[in-house]
C-alpha cells in the first residue's frame, strides 16, 4: 500500500487484539521487517532446537525457524483466524509435524518443555507500545532455558521533537488513513476513552529534516526479565534551529542477534529504508510553539497501565512538558491518553 511522507495513519499498536488479515499482509510486505527477522532467526537457531514464537500472527517467524532446523516450534497467538493461516502456511511449507499450534495468550500457555530460543514480533514503534515488557517478562520466565537466547536481544526506543507542520494539520483536521473503512478516528477515541485527538499517537514517517533537535533514548529494554512497563523519562533537548514544535517522533532500534539490526528511523520511502508496518510514531502537542536555536525542550514520557490491569494491550502513555527561553516558560503542553 502507498503512502506519502507526513501522512497520518492510525496507530497500529493501539487495535493490536483486533489486527486482521490487512495488516498482517502489509506486515508480510514490509522489506526491512522481513529481511531483518530471516536473517536473524537463521543465524540464532541451530539443528535440533526448541523455540517459542510469541505472538505468531501468519506463522513466517515459526517457517524461518523450522527452516533453519527447529525440532520443535511452539507458535502461540491470540486470534482464532491467525492461527488458522499460521497452520496453513506451515502446512503448505511442510513443517506440520514441527509446529505445536496454541490459541492463546501467551500467559495462559504452559509449555511441556523450556525452550532453546524465545522470539517474537511484538515490537510496537515506540518498543513497548503492544504490551511487549510484561509478555516476554513472563516467556522468558516460564519457557526458557537457562542460558537460552531471546530474540530480540535489546532494543532502544528515541524520542525527537519535530517540526512536522503538514503531520500537525491532519491531526487538527481529524484526517487519519487506516487499511480500510472500518478504521474510523472517533471510533477509536470513543474505545479507548480518549477525548482529545492530540491525545494519542498516530503512525506516520517523520523524515529527519523535521528534527529540531538531536534524538535522546527513551527507553532501553535489555530482555533479560527486568523491564518494566510502567515509569516516567524526563528528556531535555535544545532546539538546534528555528521552527514550529508540533510534537514528537519516536522510534526503535532493536538488536535482533549478533550483528543483526532492526532500524526504523529511516525515511527513504521510495528507497525502501523505511518501515512499512511500524512507520515511526508521531505524539502531536495541541498547539504548536514557535522555537528558536538554544531554546529548551523538557519533556516527561510516561508509560503505565490504567487498573485493572486486565490486558496487556490497555497502557496508556503521556508526554507532557514546556519550552524554556532565556529560562523562562515559553509555552507548555500536556498530551494524556488517561
Given amino acids: 500500500m502507498r503512502y506519502a511522507t507526513e501522512e497520518v495513519w492510525f496507530a497500529a499498536s493501539l487495535y493490536v487484539a483486533d489486527w486482521e488479515q490487512d495488516f498482517h499482509e502489509l506486515m508480510l510486505n514490509d ?3 522481513m529481511v531483518a527477522y530471516e536473517n536473524a532467526i537463521k543465524r540464532l537457531v541451530q539443528p535440533g532446537m526448541t523455540v517459542v ?41 511442510g513443517y506440520s509435524d514441527g509446529v505445536r499450534l496454541h490459541r492463546a495468550l501467551s500467559y495462559e500457555v504452559t509449555l511441556p518443555e523450556r525452550v532453546d530460543v524465545v522470539m517474537s514480533e511484538i515490537l510496537g514503534n515506540l518498543g513497548d507500545n503492544e504490551g511487549m515488557t ?78 529540531l533537535a538531536p534524538p535522546a533514548i527513551a527507553t532501553r529494554f ?41 532500524d526504523i528511523s529511516g525515511d527513504d520511502i521510495e ?18 510553539v514557535e522555537v528558536r ?9 510516561r508509560r503505565h497501565h490504567p487498573a485493572p490491569k486486565d490486558s496487556p494491550f490497555r497502557q496508556r502513555l503521556s508526554w507532557t512538558g514546556s519550552v524554556r527561553r532565556a529560562g523562562n516558560v515559553l509555552a507548555s503542553f500536556q498530551s494524556r491518553m488517561d
Fill in 53 to 93: 514464537d510469541v505472538g505468531t500472527g501468519t506463522g513466517i517467524l515459526a517457517q524461518w525457524a523450522l527452516e533453519a532446523g527447529a525440532r520443535t516450534v511452539h507458535a502461540i497467538d491470540m486470534n482464532e483466524n491467525m492461527i488458522a493461516e499460521a497452520r496453513a502456511r506451515l502446512s503448505r511449507a
Fill in 271 to 288: 528507497g525502501r529504508k523505511t518501515s512499512d508496518s511500524w512507520k515511526h510514531c508521531y505524539l502531536p502537542i495541541e498547539q504548536a
Fill in 134 to 211: 510484561p509478555i516476554l517478562n513472563d516467556a522468558r520466565a516460564r519457557f526458557l532455558k537457562e542460558g537460552g537466547h531471546m530474540l530480540p536481544r535489546r532494543a532502544s526506543a528515541f524520542l525527537v521533537p519535530v517540526s512536522a507542520v503538514h503531520a500537525h494539520r491532519q491531526v487538527q483536521e481529524y484526517r487519519c488513513r487506516g487499511l480500510s473503512s472500518r478504521y474510523d478516528l472517533g471510533s477509536l477515541l470513543r474505545r479507548l476513552e480518549v477525548k482529545n485527538r492530540f491525545h494519542i499517537y498516530y503512525d506516520a514517517i517523520i523524515p529527519t529534516r523535521t528534527h
Fill in 31 to 33: 522489506h526491512i521487517r
Fill in 222 to 262: 535489555a530482555f533479560d526479565g527486568n523491564d518494566r512497563d510502567d515509569y516516567a523519562r524526563e528528556l531535555l533537548f535544545t532546539i538546534q534551529e528555528d521552527g514550529l514544535l508540533t510534537g514528537f517522533k519516536g522510534y526503535f532500534i532493536a538488536e535482533l542477534v549478533d550483528g543483526v539490526v532492526l
Fill in 293 to 301: 536555536m538554544g531554546d529548551i525542550v523538557e519533556v516527561t514520557y
